[in-house]
Structure formats: C-alpha cells, structure tokens
C-alpha cells in the first residue's frame, strides 16, 4: 500500500541557475511531520515545484530530478499562480477563514483558475494512485480535490487536514462556492483540524449549507460516513529542546545577549501578515511604556517580521504601518544605552531562531486569528530548564493545549499591557512550573505523533468503511438474498414506511406511497407464501388510509397496535395518560422551538423538530429529555429518540417485541426486514442471526446488510423478477 501526500507545495523547492536547477529541501513542520511516517516504505508527495516555467525540457529535467526523492511535481502557469494561489487561494480563503471578511477580494476567474488547478493535482494523482492506496491531502488550497480524487480511484483511503482556522457559518456562508467546496471535502474519509472548535464550525457548516445529518464526529454523506476530528499539530520537540546543546546556538546566544544588554527581552517572530496582530501587539507594547515608565530602559521587544507578499498592497501598508509605529516609539523612548524594539524584517536561520529563544525571557504570540502557532511551542521547548513565560492569544489554536501560558484576548489592548506586568513580576519558580507542565504536553503531542495519529485513525477508518461497504447490496448478495428468497415456501417480510419505504420529507402529511411503490407491494403481497407487514410508527389512522385496500398486514405506532385479516389489535392495552404536566412541558418546548410540532397518538406523544434550526433543535431536544424524565418515572412512560423526533410512549412494545409476535405466526423459512430509524434496531435485535436485515441510509451493527432509500423499490422488484 502506497501513501501519497498531496499538498501545494513540494518538501523541495526548485530554482534556476544558469543552465541548472538548485534543489533546496524544506525543514517546515509538515515536512519533518510527514517525513517520520516510516511504516510507509513506498511514501509519496505530489504538489507544485514552487517555479514557473513554460519549457517542456525544463519541466521533463525537473520530473526525472524529483523522481528519484519520490516527489512528483504539478506544473503551473503564471496566470495559475496568480489567480488560484495569490487569488481565491490567499484572496478569498485566507480572510475568511482568518475572520477578515473585508479583505476578501472576489473575482470570477479566481474560482476558475482554483478548479482548474485543483484538475490538474487530481489529473498526475490518478497516474500515480492505485486502488488500495492512501491519500492524505494537505490544506485549503486544494478542497476541491477530495471528491474529485472519490470519483476517479475506487477503493483508496482519503484524508484532509486543515492547518488553519475553519470559520463559523455565519461567516463561511459568505462564501459564494460554499456548497461546491463542502461537497469537495466529502470526498474525504476523514477530515482533521487543529481544535474542536474548527471542527464544530465545520460539522455546522455541512449541515447549514448541504443539509447533511451528523452523529457526533460522523457525518452521513449518500451511502458513505465522513469522519470528522481534531489532532493538535506540534513541533519536533526533541531537536527544539536540545537546540541550545548545539555548539553554533550556544555561541549565537551568548552573542545575542551581549548585543541585547542585560535588559528583559520579549519576543515576537511572525510572519508579515495582517492575521497575526502585530499592530495590536505594537500599541499593547506602547501603552505598556508609557503608562509604567519604571520599566523603561529595562526591558525591550525583539520583533522579527518574516518578509511575505509584500508586493500586494495591502501587505505593503501593513508594512509602512508597522515600521511607522516602530520608528515612532523608538524616537520617543529609545537612549544611548536602550532602544524598546529591535525590529527585524528578515527570517533567521535556525541556529539565530533558536538562540533568540532561548535567551528571550517571553514570548508575546498574539495573532487576532491562527490556526495553530507552532512558534508558541517553539519557544517554550527552547527555554528547557530556563524561567520564561508566554504570553498566548486565546484566538491561536495551541491555546487550547498551553493553558499554563497567559491567556489574552489580543484584541485588547489593556490585556496585552497587563500580561506584560504580570510576567514581569511572577515568581520565578512559578515560571518554572507552569513552563515544565506545558514542555510535558509538548513532549507527547509532537509533529511525529499528529502524523501518526492521523494515518492510523484513516487506517482504521479505511477498515471500518471496507466492512460497511461490505454490507451494501451489491450484485453477490444480491443474488444471494433472491436465491434465499426463491426457494423458500413461507415467508416474513417487515418493512418499514418513513425513510424506508418513501423518502424522509419535512412535511410527513406528504410522505405519501407513489403508483410504483403501491404497484411493488400488490405483486408482493400477491405471493401467497408471503406474509407482508408495514411496521411503522404511524397511527392506525395514516396506514388505513394508504393501504386498508391492498392484501398486507400493518402495525402501528412501533407495534402497539397490529391489523390481521382486515382487523386491528392491540399489542399494548394500557391507555396513554392524560397528563397535563407532560403536555404542559412539550408545548413550552414548541413554543420555543420555531418549526417543531407536537403529534397526539393513542399510546405515546411525540416531538417532531425536523423543520428546526439544527443548533437550536440539538439544544431544546436535550432540555426536553431532561425536563420529561421525571414524570416520565412517575407514569412508567418510556422516552425514545427517533430520527428528529422524542417520543413519550407507554412501556412494553417496541418494533422488536412485533417482530418477535410476528415471527411466531407460523414457521417461516424466509425473514426479511427493512428500516432506516433507530427504532427499527429493536427489530433487528429481534430477528434470528440468518434472517435478511437491512438498514436503509446508513449502516447498523444489528442489520447485516445496508440499502439506500432510492433503491428500496428496485430491491423489492428485484425479489418478485424472476429472472
């Protein structure tokens, strides 16, 4: 089995001198992440060289080069790069996922460009991916990419992980492809973020946009299960925390604190980006000298900006912004022996990184919005057994993890002048213990390990959608299941009606049986040695009307009440109470769920919120649960969740105990049932191991087989056919 990583950007980056290509490998976080997955002998990576050239023999010299390191490049045009990288890539993406929605600069061709590229990785990946391989896709700027490698490539295993923030809905339903990126992304079969907070975004956003249903971390997609979660991103912890034994950082660090002076140090490493708060952090700093003069002259801020996309303008003002700040304050403050920011617009190697470092005495990461910040990290396995302190946005996802750092809103400035102050003055073993305990987590939540947690979980969700895909009806069991059928002399047939036999719908007055469906269930029922039964939960009342003229028997409201030979009986005897207290508590829920309703029948009460804001259904349902349960102990009344609804019913039947009645009419040789609800288990539960049990929408650890909705009456047909 193959593992292949697909992402923008190659580990390698490739440039022109002269007549030859320099190759220059990347030393990023994913890349050494990645790099570890050594049970993965046969490790691919495909993704764009990060140059342009329009040469055929370049191109082919490029493809031959990387070829031998197992990286297979994807060619871009120029107004490729411009328009799906710097365009909807950078331009529409990245603002709104950073919650900058004004930013965003939205032009027809960007999306364009962003299928297009999208194409051509889907195009050199399926000339390299066989059936039975793993695919991991990295990032944002390949979403599309998912679904499109589903469609190509049967029996692959796909993940996708996210590395920046996912926004709530209110924000992402700006997103004019909205639709088109989420169906994207349910290419996948598993789907990994930094924090569960992207994660709850995300699974809202599914069901706000496309309407898909989820159980937790699974969302339901046509006749498959996305699996959604959350794996922390973290650093090479072991080279971060011995960097300082490395003679060259040692001599880079004595160095640094001499130039710097004996004075506090705080540090801040970004790159140029209008996420990162760098302007706030500027005025915190600022207001932090002015209003405690004391500590002029004793403590300085070390900002290192890394150059990026400054020839965009709105970058490039970011830029005039912060030096104009800088200069400012160091003309206002700075003496012969002091300067407050020592500012530099240049990345450091990693020997200068790491120095910097280790003799900082805090770290000041307060981006407005990240998905990570792995220079958090960075710099608390630096200081090893040295006092620091962090200082940490709450909007960066390592927050989530450091809880031991100073936790700040970074839109506030008095916040940022108040962290200052506060790890200025804290003790310093306190520094020391809060330090150790967030290195402790950082040892166990390494890059290595967010690699391997990820493939292993898409390993065993490749085991889990094998063994469900194995329970779909397809041509072998088919023929099976109609071989069982033919030969048999006396059959039990128990179908299912909302979800099973007619689609599920908002309005269920309107889920009625169409021509075809009657049809299909005249020509069973025709069959003498059939005994066909509708076993729902609809009244007594819904199933006479629909089909009180065809030759079937029915069982109503879960099995309370059962109709044999043109009569109805009853299962349950005990009448429904009238309980003013429980109707008192399902009209205040409907009351303040707009779209729910409440539906009276003979043996139970139940609460529909299908029509209903999910959030707000998911919110109420709970409270709901809760606020019955006690009457619910003092009538002996039983509280069932259904598919969007919570029923109150009297104890004693279910659609097991029917089916257990059923199966004891006559002796069978033949038993089949279909349902889709969750109550539709207690009748799997019922049924003997070699009986034909089938769940319709999803998969059941009860039911043996699994069939979507719209090939319900196809199955059935295929039964009665006998060719």
Not at 192 to 216: C, E, K, N, P
Not at 363 to 373: I, W
Not at 470 to 476: A, H, M
Not at 621 to 633: F, G, T
């Amino acid at each position: 089995m193959g593992l292949f990583i697909i992402s923008n950007r190659l580990p390698m980056k490739v440039s022109k001198l002269e007549n030859d290509f320099n190759y220059e490998r990347s030393e990023g976080g994913l890349t050494t992440g990645l790099g570890s997955l050594e049970d993965y002998q046969d490790k691919h990576w495909i993704g764009w060289p990060g140059m342009f050239s329009d040469d055929d023999q370049d191109k082919k010299q490029i493809k031959t080069d990387l070829a031998a390191e197992k990286l297979h490049p994807v060619f871009l045009s120029e107004d490729q790069i411009l328009n799906y990288y710097e365009g909807y890539s950078n331009s529409m993406i990245w603002p709104l996922c950073h919650y900058f929605y004004t930013y965003i600069q939205y032009e027809t061709k960007f999306w364009d460009s962003y299928q297009e590229v999208n194409q051509l990785f889907c195009d050199e990946a399926v000339k390299l991916i066989k059936p039975g391989d793993m695919v991991w896709i990295q990032d944002y700027q390949l979403m599309l990419l998912p679904a499109m490698l589903r469609e190509k490539i049967e029996g692959i295993s796909i993940g996708y992980f996210h590395h920046i923030p996912f926004p709530s809905y209110e924000l992402f339903r700006v997103l004019p492809e909205r639709a088109e990126i989420l169906k994207g992304l349910m290419g996948a079969d598993l789907i990994g973020f930094h924090t569960h907070d992207y994660m709850r975004h995300f699974i809202s956003a599914a069901y706000r946009v496309l309407g898909l249903d989820s159980d937790l971390d699974e969302i339901h997609y046509g006749d498959r299960v996305v699996h959604v979660d959350a794996f922390p991103m973290g650093i090479n912890y072991d080279l971060h925390y011995n960097a300082i034994l490395d003679q060259t950082v040692l001599k880079k660090a004595n160095e640094f604190r001499k130039n710097f002076g004996n004075h506090k140090l705080v540090l801040s490493v970004d790159r140029l980006d209008y996420s990162k708060g760098i302007i706030h952090r500027l005025k915190g700093f600022a207001q932090f000298l002015e209003n405690n003069p004391e500590y002029r002259g004793k403590v300085s801020l070390v900002m290192v900006v890394v150059p990026s996309r400054d020839s965009v303008d709105r970058y490039a003002d970011l830029k005039t912004k912060i030096d104009e700040m800088i200069g400012s304050l160091n003309g206002l403050y700075s003496t012969l022996n002091w300067s407050p920011i020592y500012y530099f617009y240049r990345g450091f190697p990693f020997e200068e990184l790491m120095a910097l470092y280790h003799i900082a005495n805090f770290a000041l990461v307060t981006p407005v919005r990240d998905g990570m910040n792995l220079v958090a990290k960075e710099y608390v396995a630096v200081k090893r057994d040295e006092p620091g302190m962090l200082i940490l946005s709450e909007m960066a996802g390592a927050a989530a993890e450091l809880r031991q750092a100073i936790i700040i809103n970074p839109n506030n400035i008095d916040e940022i002048e108040e962290a200052l102050l506060e790890a200025l003055k804290m003790p310093g073993e306190e520094k020391k213990m809060r330090m150790e305990k967030m290195r402790k987590t950082l040892s166990k939540q390494t890059v290595n390990k967010w690699a391997y947690d990820f493939t292993t979980e898409l390993g065993t969700i490749k085991g889990i959608n094998t063994l469900l895909q194995n329970k779909k009806i397809g041509v072998d069991s088919l023929k099976q299941i109609q071989k069982l059928y033919r030969k048999a002399k006396k059959r039990l047939i128990i179908l299912d009606y909302d979800g099973t036999l007619v689609p599920i719908v908002k309005n269920p007055e309107m889920a009625i049986p169409d021509k075809k469906l009657i049809e299909t269930l005249n020509l069973l029922a025709s069959d003498k040695r059939n005994n066909l039964v509708i076993s729902s939960g609809r009244d007594t009342e819904f199933l006479d009307k629909w089909f009180s003229e065809l030759n079937i028997n029915l069982a109503a409201e879960h099995g309370a009440f059962f109709k044999e030979h043109g009569k109805w009986q009853e299962n349950v005897r005990t009448k429904f109470p009238d309980d003013d207290e429980l109707l008192e508590i399902l009209q205040k829920a409907t009351d303040k769920t707009p779209g729910s309703r409440i539906e009276m029948k003979k043996t139970s009460i139940v609460w529909h919120y299908r029509n209903c804001d999910k959030w707000l259904a998911e919110l109420r349902q709970q409270q709901l649960v809760n606020a019955l349960m006690n009457p619910c102990v003092r009538l002996n009344l039983q509280i069932m969740r259904g598919n969007k609804v919570i029923e109150v019913k009297t104890v004693g039947v279910d659609k097991g105990v029917e089916a257990t009645r059923l199966m004891g009419t006559d002796n069978y040789d033949f038993v089949m049932a279909m349902g889709d609800d969750i109550t539709d288990e207690d009748m799997f539960h019922a049924m003997p191991p070699e009986a034909i049990t089938i769940k319709v929408g999803s998969i059941s650890d009860h039911a043996r087989f699994s069939l979507t909705q719209l090939k319900t009456v196809e199955f059935l047909n295929s039964l009665i056919s006998e060719k």
